[in-house]
């Protein structure tokens, strides 16, 4: 029989990691859509300025809506479908997220 830890270390080095495609509300009310394994780690990072140059001005930042997603492609074509959408339909999505 394998040993417990090992089977954790082999299904954690096997694991695909999940994506989110995620939103933020600026100092400034404008919305920024991204995609990223980890948000929470994301947020802190636009917050301190590491993240996109255009949070880097509009801090601090806000997680106002987070979407799971399977693998990076589906994530990031979520993410490129809504940033086509006009900015009422971006602000109702992040509305009704109950995070």
Known sequence: MPH???????AARTARPLYYCYMLRCRDGTLYTGVTTDVGRRASEHDAGRGAR????R???R???VEEHPDRSSAQ?????????????????AAAWRG
């Open 59 to 61: 801090r601090p930042v």
């Open 77 to 93: 074509r979520r993410e490129a479908e809504i940033k086509r959408w006009p900015r009422r339909r971006k602000r109702a999505l």
């Open 4 to 10: 417990p830890g090992r089977c954790l270390r082999e």
């Open 54 to 57: 255009y949070t880097a001005a």
């Open 63 to 65: 997680v106002v809506w």
